[in-house]
């Protein structure tokens, strides 16, 4: 009913700058929330940012001041600009959402994307 698809990973140097998107299709009515969340190899899930539908953020206290998230809610799409990354950003970045359906707009259920691979090295 949903689907989630992530764009934008790739290889980058050391210092360089990513714009991953997230776009959201389906039977959707609204997204509440929109959100990054990283998974370096070994490492568990880790939040990287997260935005609501009135433009709040909350950012990881590690990407902060490197990081930025962003909406189009008429596109149902969502971006993180990613910058001065290094090494330790090596990650599958996964975009997440908080959506109710057109078909039951009462319930709010997370959904998630497939993931990019997002590397950095020189």
């Known amino acids: 009913q949903v689907q989630l698809v992530e764009s934008g990973g790739g290889l980058v140097q050391p210092g360089g700058s990513l714009r991953l998107s997230c776009a959201a299709s389906?039977?959707?009515?609204?997204?509440?929330?929109m959100g990054w969340y990283r998974q370096a190899p070994g490492k568990q899930r880790e939040l990287v940012a997260t935005?609501?539908?009135?433009?709040?953020?909350n950012y990881a206290d590690s990407m902060k001041g490197r990081v930025a998230i962003s909406r189009d809610n008429a596109k149902n799409t969502w971006f993180l600009q990613m910058n001065s990354l290094s090494p330790e950003d090596t990650a599958v970045y996964y975009c997440n959402a908080d959506i109710r359906l057109v078909t039951d707009k009462g319930f709010l259920s997370r959904y998630w994307g497939q993931g990019t691979q997002v590397t950095v090295s020189s």
């Open positions: 389906g039977n959707i009515f609204s997204i509440d929330l």
């Open positions: 935005i609501i539908s009135g433009g709040t953020t």
